[in-house]
């Protein structure tokens, strides 16, 4: 079984900074992307970003050159640094990885359960 689980959502300014972490455990052979997605009220989920084991990253136009995505392979741990923060980053923020259990089976997408991003003066 693996979960993934976020941290470090909560309330700030406009123009402020966070920082999200989002740790995968369990059953993991190997975890191919991870990745972050937020869903504002009435919105559909978006995809914020991506990156790749090898570190190849991905980011939304909306975020780019404002929001930096990390990992630590080692501890099976993403990152979403987010700076210069807008109202309209205001969202719940999801982490998704796809990942191996084992070494025979195909890669699964996991998610966790979101963690609340709220930009307000």
């Known amino acids: 079984q693996v979960q993934l689980v976020e941290s470090g959502g909560g309330l700030v300014q406009p123009g402020g900074s966070l920082r999200l972490s989002c740790a995968a455990s369990?059953?993991?052979?190997?975890?191919?992307?991870m990745g972050w997605y937020r869903q504002a009220p009435g919105k559909q989920r978006e995809l914020v970003a991506t990156?790749?084991?090898?570190?190849?990253?991905t980011y939304s136009d909306s975020v780019k050159g404002r929001f930096t995505i990390s990992r630590d392979n080692a501890k099976n741990t993403v990152y979403l640094e987010m700076s210069s923060l807008k109202f309209e980053d205001t969202a719940d923020y999801y982490c998704?990885?796809?990942?191996?259990?084992?070494?025979?089976?195909?890669?699964?997408?996991?998610w966790g359960r979101g963690t609340q991003v709220t930009v307000s003066s």
């Open positions: 990156i790749t084991f090898g570190g190849t990253t």
């Open positions: 998704a990885a796809t990942i191996k259990t084992s070494i025979v089976r195909r890669s699964s997408d996991y």
């Open positions: 369990g059953s993991i052979f190997s975890i191919k992307v």
